[in-house]
DNA sequence: ACAATAATGTGAGATATCTCATATTTTTAA
DNA sequence: TTAAAAATATGAGATATCTCACATTATTGT
């Protein structure tokens, strides 16, 4: 991770623009800094005492079992809060994240913890935020209890194709997806059959586009 | 639902003073009311207007998936929040919340919404909650993931025994495990034939407690 | 350019979990 | 009090998913 200052910083303040996140000037407490791709922002375990706004760039959000299986538990897009929960509750210990390209971030410093707690403005943004996460991985927990693979890797091929071609890499997804690498390939290979993709050099070419988004629309 | 009133009111905001939740005089805007065993505090799919705030009582957070299959999300316990995500983010359709035992709660109707949405005291408890809320989700999620019902059952008969003796509904318990009732059954039959558990007609004794424990702590 | 590492691909056999059918017992409501 | 509804129980056969072993093909760092 590196401190942007100058010009760089200032492009980023103007582009992205943070001042009515708070009621109190921000500026003081605010770095912009950039992590390179596959840079760990938080190590699983350790107590962050930083604050991150991710403006740009995507990343996961890891945690390891104790059994040794490691949960790619979700991505993370611009733009986020990261460490919110940390700043909240002193001394939580946290996730792994790491980026999975160039990110950039705004990191505020714990220095001004005590006017971020009684910030009416920002703590709204926070619950916002909150909310939503609570509300998704709500949503993720029942679905994955509810549905078999079939369903959630068509609608995650549905959600991440490009130009209607698939190319994620299946040693990540089958992580996000919670199954094996060759119960993944198995389901794929399946799915090759029924003519709902086909495989080239370039990825998996969607060519039933209604069939997937019916076994992706049962989730929802 | 009823509303208590007088001497049954006063008596529960002696005993459960929530002043100090508020940079406000919340009062006016509070009800003390009861629900009855079984009854519904939100109907699934509506858009509820007041938020709750549970001061005694159980209740169970469901949703219906497309396919047909019920979800028992969680088990909802005193002190609580509901309704918050709905006051934050206007017309979120929520889903069933229905009691278990008789319940009593503060309901707060939305008519202070503006009051509330810039009150940093309250805010900050709502992120608080929110905060675990998410963590808690997540934590159910990964686990749910890396774990076979062996584990997860084995956690779940160390919480919820008393005096050594589980004897929740099988019926409710597999939806909440997320599991078939035909495979949480055959779990138990395992548990008794490992003598972890035995079975009486006063429910399922815990006979090796240390096995139990063993299974249960390997999720963390 | 090459060796090390990561990612892909596949077979075989095990296990976890599901669906469905059906019988019995317990609880609940009229 | 009795009939209906809910909960418990169990068998049998299917399916979803896992583990492990091993071979092949990219990718990457030096």
């Not at 604050?51 to 959000?61: C, V």
Request: charge should be neutral; aromatic fraction near 12%; charged fraction near 25%.
């Amino acid at each position: 991770m590196h401190i942007l200052t100058g010009r760089a910083r200032s492009d980023y303040l103007k582009k992205y623009p943070i001042d009515d996140f708070f009621s109190f000037d921000i500026q003081p407490y605010l770095e912009v800094c950039q992590f390179d791709k596959g840079e760990w922002i938080f190590q699983e375990g350790s107590f962050p005492d930083t604050l991150y706004y991710m403006l740009e760039g995507k990343a996961k959000l890891y945690m390891t079992h104790k059994n040794g299986k490691v949960s790619l538990i979700e991505y993370l897009k611009a733009p986020l809060f990261m460490g919110e929960i940390e700043l909240l509750n002193e001394a939580r210990y946290t996730k792994g994240i790491q980026t999975v390209t160039k990110t950039i971030c705004y990191s505020i410093t714990q220095s001004c913890k005590e006017k971020l707690l009684v910030d009416a403005l920002f703590l709204r943004r926070l619950c916002l935020f909150l909310g939503e996460k609570a509300t998704n991985m709500t949503a993720k927990y029942t679905q994955n209890q509810a549905y078999p693979l079939e369903n959630r890797l068509a609608a995650f091929i549905q959600l991440s194709a490009e130009q209607g071609i698939y190319k994620e890499k299946h040693t990540e997804i089958c992580e996000y997806l919670g199954v094996s690498y060759r119960h993944l390939l198995y389901v794929l290979a399946q799915f090759c059959e029924e003519q709902i993709v086909e495989k080239r050099k370039t990825g998996y070419h969607i060519i039933d586009k209604k069939r997937l988004a019916q076994l992706a629309q049962e989730i929802q």
